[in-house]
């Protein structure tokens, strides 16, 4: 199984999602994490700059990848907090994207934030922007042969994605069992900054879990 792990920053699908991913490592499915920004505005530190924070987050970010066991990273440009102004670019770079790696099962943010309406969007504009762009993209525009005809023509194929699963909604009903992964595995899931004594100490709060809670569509 080819996984798609599609998300807005650095460690969103570590503490979301680390116990499945690394469950699906182990049982030997491919997997591979877009990351739409670097970060460079997660901090409440004002003497630290855009590029120095890119650099911390991104090492983070390849150091939790490592323990997990993704041998695939790819950073997009896109400015931390920008992803809800990026207009309809970011629908067709989520659109190429999934053509190109051709995923069984996509992850990502979940847009709403869950019951009692089902109405109420995420606080985050970065994670209600991207979870849109991936629906719409998994739903109707990457299966599409004439959504994007320049993306055909160059030589990608449309896809139907076969499963998508949303982190980050209040409203799990789906979860993976994760009790036999490594201690590392599971600190990585928790969600600690692996920069001990960095400054992100104060914005990553650690979050337990024995299991990861999604949304499965």
């Known amino acids: 199984m080819r996984v798609l792990v599609i998300t807005a920053h650095p460690d969103d699908a570590d503490v979301h999602a680390g116990g ?3 469950r699906w490592v182990d ?4 997997v ?8 460079d505005k997660g901090h409440g530190d004002p003497a630290i ?3 120095e924070l890119i650099a911390l987050r991104r090492g983070e970010q390849r150091a939790a990848a490592a323990i997990l066991g993704v041998p695939g990273l790819t950073f997009l440009d896109y400015e931390d907090g920008g992803l809800s102004l990026a ?17 069984d099962l ?19 504009p970065d994670h209600r922007a991207l979870g849109h762009a991936v629906l719409d993209a998994v739903y109707f525009r990457a299966p599409g042969p004439l959504y994007y005809p320049e993306q055909i023509t160059g030589g990608l194929r449309p896809h139907r994605v076969r499963e998508v699963w949303l982190i980050m909604g209040h409203h799990a009903d789906h979860a993976v069992e994760v009790s036999g992964i490594r201690e590392e595995v599971a600190a990585v899931a928790r969600g600690p900054p692996l920069g001990g004594g960095s400054p992100l100490e104060t914005r990553t709060k650690p979050r337990p879990r024995a299991s990861l809670e999604a949304r499965a569509d």
């Open 49 to 51: 700059t855009p590029d």
């Open 106 to 124: 996509v992850l990502t943010h979940d847009p709403f934030m869950g019951p009692p309406r089902y109405a109420d969007y995420q606080l985050h």
């Open 27 to 30: 049982e030997g499915h491919e």
């Open 32 to 39: 591979h994490y877009l990351l739409f920004t670097s970060g």
């Open 20 to 22: 499945a991913v690394a």
């Open 87 to 103: 207009g309809p670019d970011l629908v067709g770079t989520v659109t190429r994207l999934i053509r190109a790696e051709q995923p």
